[in-house]
RNA sequence: GGGCGCUUAGCUCAGUUGGUAGAGCAUCUGGUUUACACCCAGGAGGCCCAAGGUUCGAACCCUUGAGCGCCCACCA
């Protein structure tokens, strides 16, 4: 006789069971050309995080998805992996030292990086850890890195060959430079925070301009007007002397569209070296670009008197003078704008020019070009000439590409659409290198995927590389395909990529999926996976985003310490879907500790059941008949919804199932009577279509279930189950599922009427066509409605004195005299009535509607009219009952 | 300014081709029944944001509006 607890133990169990899957290979493919592959790359955590439930989401939902389609029999590949994550790594090692007092330039470029190097390498253990943790069933032999040899040898593979095309160029162009992490940032890594600050009216020679920024006004000697701005118009394409801040100057009137005439005075001088749209302009016109800001955040010696200040501080004391000057018109002091901020550190961003590396997003490649191997990533593109923004958006347009849910196309289009030339280089050392080298003496260029000593031009050694570190998104944008060996031409290569899904949160649909795709369609040819399915972000009940300064995180590994790490990852499932935001609180967790237990607690009834019967039945009754067949309808819907991404649906059914149907129903009439056989089976099906959600208690039940057998098999890697049409029987299920309502009608009416929960009591069923069906049930109908005499006729005389209750034409009467109160009865029995005439009206009007009966399908027609015709039946019944009292 | 999403039971959310509104939690009543109190049985609870429109029929489709949230652009 096996001894299982009466409740589920998940600590008892998790890590044992997947020391097991993993140690037996379970999670690591063999390629097999007979099998069709499926591969998930797992989006790296950064390598210094801990697990959060952003990543606990993520590896619920890819965790569900591969385990399903292994079982399916697919080759599935999960490839998992860290990112070195540049800035964010450097940003905390440096916060490290900063305790420590010093900075990174105290160590220097190489000790500095030995430390960075040395704390990934522990955070990874970490990480890995915690991933196991949520029962993550990835490959850990295929384990990548962001920063390994040989990514990074892949990452100067790509530089390479995109600075050959002529798409990777250097420039001196203005970028947003934060000046805490001494670093440029993308267009994307930019975010915005509403600030009221002061707006400064100052008098410029003629005109008053406005400005929230007067310290970076040094140099300005071009003021813009609208074209069509009347007050204006006498001053445009004149050049005067005015009094500005360190004496006379010559400035420009100059008139162009984007002058805004409703804002400030419509009047503006431009600061090129500090304004995107200011630059454009000093671009368009040929504007002289003088840089006021240095990179440290300090005035330049063009301010003069200002020189090295920090820009607050600046603009205190300018103000003040330009007082004194009387250059000052008027403060306004609510002014409300958008200040921009780097989304690492929350500094604000400082505009400036400055030579950096970008990526020609623009640039078009003929046709030939793009068409690699038997690709067809061109199909029905129309046109000669197209560059990677092209082709990026192509692949979504023409839904080679499926985006889960939809509704994110549109965004990423427009953000597509929009995309700038992409700033590549930082100024971080933690970093892939910039693989360019100079020539100090002939001043030649060399792009080198290996480190050179010597110019190739001129033979010198006196060579330099370039100080600069790529954007860490340059390096995770080659996540696919450099995670699989490219630039080598490996098996696993070709075999599993592209890959099939990119599971990630839509808030890096920009960052880093759309960046794949670029960078995929032009190194292979290739797009990178086939749906992109976006998780929302988990807050927390109230709707608020976890922080750790609300405190209303919830830690992931906190909460699979205490409930097990089955019910985290329902709770991270189900109730959401794709895109959305999900709300996530302890009582939801466990809510789903509850399920896992009631699905062990049937195992383990279904167990004693089985084993502790020898002979196996081959007759089937109406139970068994229902069970298989509404197993069947749940293999078949729980299938349908994995393969459509509705994991929540999916999860919910065999929640439901198990449940409800199963537990609730199956096994308390198995108490009655049971089959070993059927039970065993259904267990079974219930386990295999569980496991993918809660794999480890499936696991630990399906272990217990080999009983003494040698060589116990693994859940992990069985079969899905398939539907068997054989099983189905429409007219036992039918039958099963009236009984049940007899049942419930019972209970109802006892649990109404007050009747002692422990009363057996009498029970008249006149069954009509169900009579049969109702006698090989009497057993259990007596045991579920607690029933002391059940009397089952085909039909018969009205009892009197009794409560009843009607289902279509089956009549049931409780005599309960002595323990009703018939007058209550009498009230119940008249709103029942009532109900009936209402619901019977409706369906007469809808069904003398001719508009209805011609136009509605006949189906649904013939559906009303069988409604109808079994609720006159019912309340003729009723009417009878209510007439004799 | 441009775009997207949400608004359904007290709470969190389902509701996919338009056909008598659902689940979980919470709540109420009752319960030591051959697994499970992390349980069982039963009940109550909804002008499906508002107003129009399409339709025989609308939570669902269309228009407008309100409230909330998010993304993007930009404010010199």
């Given at each position: 006789m096996t001894e299982l607890a009466k409740a589920y133990d998940a600590k008892k169990y998790e890590d044992e069971i997947y020391k097991k899957w993993e140690e037996l290979g379970f999670f690591k493919p063999e390629i097999d050309p007979s099998k069709k592959p499926f591969t998930i790359s797992m989006p790296p955590p950064n390598a210094t995080g801990t697990l959060h439930l952003g990543h606990a989401t993520m590896l619920a939902i890819e965790d569900i998805l591969i385990r399903y389609k292994r079982m399916a029999g697919f080759c599935a590949l999960w490839l998992p992996g860290t990112d070195h994550a540049a800035i964010a790594t450097q940003n905390k090692v440096e916060g490290i030292l900063q305790k420590e007092g010093k900075t990174r330039h105290d160590l220097g470029r190489d000790k500095f990086l030995e430390k960075v190097k040395e704390y990934v390498a522990n955070s990874q253990d970490t990480i890995r850890n915690q991933v196991r943790k949520m029962g993550s069933s990835c490959d850990w032999s295929r384990e990548a890195y962001t920063f390994s040899d040989q990514l990074s040898f892949a990452v100067n593979t790509v530089f390479k060959r995109m600075y050959q095309d002529g798409l990777i160029y250097r420039g001196h162009r203005i970028v947003n430079w934060c000046p805490r992490c001494q670093s440029t940032l993308a267009d994307d890594e930019v975010t915005y925070k509403e600030t009221k600050s002061r707006f400064y009216y100052i008098k410029y020679g003629p005109v008053i301009i406005g400005t929230a920024?007067?310290?970076?006004?040094?140099?300005?000697?071009v003021v813009i007007v609208h074209?069509?701005?009347?007050?204006?118009k006498k001053y445009v394409g004149k050049e005067m002397e005015i009094d500005w801040i360190d004496g006379k100057i010559k400035a420009k009137f100059v008139a162009d569209e984007v002058a805004d005439m409703e804002m400030g005075t419509g009047a503006m001088t431009i600061t090129p070296a500090h304004s995107f749209v200011d630059f454009e302009l000093a671009q368009k016109y040929g504007f002289e670009i003088i840089p006021i800001i240095g990179m440290d955040g300090k005035m330049l010696?063009?301010?003069?008197?200002?020189?090295?200040?920090?820009v607050k501080t600046c603009r205190e004391k300018l103000v003040k003078k330009m007082q004194g000057q009387g250059l000052i018109d008027k403060i306004d002091e609510d002014y409300v704008h958008n200040l921009s901020i780097c989304y690492r550190c929350g500094t604000s961003i400082e505009p400036l020019t400055s030579d950096q590396w970008f990526i020609d997003v623009n640039k078009k490649f003929p046709r030939e070009k793009w068409e690699k191997k038997d690709n067809n990533l061109l199909k029905d593109l129309e046109g000669t000439n197209f560059s990677i923004k092209d082709i990026a958006n192509h692949v979504v347009r023409s839904g080679q590409i499926k985006i889960v849910?939809?509704?994110?196309d549109k965004t990423y289009f427009h953000w597509m659409d929009n995309l700038r030339d992409w700033c590549i280089s930082r100024q971080i050392w933690w970093g892939h290198r910039i693989p360019v080298y100079y020539c100090k003496d002939c001043g030649h260029i060399m792009v080198e995927l290996d480190k050179i000593t010597v110019c190739e031009k001129c033979s010198s050694v006196n060579l330099r590389q370039d100080e600069d570190t790529l954007d860490t998104w340059f390096s995770s944008a080659l996540w696919t395909f450099s995670t699989l060996g490219w630039p080598n031409e490996t098996e696993d290569l070709k075999y599993f990529h592209p890959t099939q899904v990119m599971e990630t949160g839509y808030d890096i649909l920009f960052f880093w999926v759309a960046r794949m795709i670029i960078m995929s369609t032009y190194t292979l040819g290739e797009i990178p996976f086939e749906t992109v399915y976006l998780h929302g972000l988990v807050r927390d009940k109230e709707g608020r985003k976890m922080s750790k300064s609300l405190g209303n995180g919830i830690d992931p590994l906190d909460m699979i310490a205490k409930f097990g790490a089955d019910p985290v990852r329902l709770s991270l499932v189900i109730g959401t879907s794709p895109g959305n935001d999900m709300r996530l609180y302890e009582e939801k967790i466990s809510g789903y500790r509850n399920f896992v237990n009631k699905l062990w607690n049937a195992a383990r009834f279904s167990m004693m059941m089985i084993e502790n019967t020898k002979e196996n039945s081959s007759d089937l009754s109406l139970a068994d008949k229902w069970i298989m067949t509404k197993t069947q309808t749940l293999i078949e819907e729980v299938t349908d919804f994995l393969n459509d991404f509705r994991l929540s649906d999916a999860g919910d059914k065999i929640y439901d199932f198990t449940w409800n149907v199963f537990c609730d129903w199956y096994l308390e009439i198995s108490k009655v009577h049971h089959n070993p056989a059927i039970l065993k089976y259904v267990l079974d099906v219930v386990l295999k279509l569980a496991h993918p959600f809660s794999p480890f208690v499936t696991e630990a039940i399906f272990q217990e279930l080999q009983f003494n057998e040698e060589n116990k098999k693994m859940l992990i890697s069985e079969k899905w189950p398939n539907i068997q049409k054989d099983l189905v029987f429409e007219i036992a299920t039918k039958q099963m599922e009236t009984i049940i309502d007899i049942i419930k009608s019972i209970r109802s009416i006892r649990a109404e009427s007050k009747v002692d929960p422990v009363k057996k009591i009498q029970a008249y069923i006149y069954g009509k066509d169900l009579t049969s069906a109702l006698l090989a049930k009497s057993e259990v109908i007596k045991r579920l409605a607690n029933l002391g005499e059940l009397i089952i006729a085909q039909s018969g005389q009205k009892i009197e004195d009794s409560v009843s209750k009607f289902i279509g034409d089956i009549e049931i009467y409780l005599p309960l005299s002595g323990l009703v109160d018939f007058k209550k009865e009498f009230e119940r029995l008249k709103k029942e009535a009532k109900r009936l005439t209402d619901y019977i009206t409706a369906l007469q009007l809808k069904l003398n509607n001719n508009n209805f009966v011609s136009k509605a399908p006949e189906h649904v027609v013939e559906e009303q009219r069988q409604l109808l015709k079994s609720a006159k039946t019912e309340l003729a019944k009723v009417e009878e009952q209510i007439n004799k009292s």
């Open positions: 920024r007067p310290e970076t006004k040094f140099a300005d000697k074209p069509d701005d009347k007050r204006y010696d063009v301010a003069g008197e200002f020189a090295g200040m920090d849910p939809n509704s994110f």
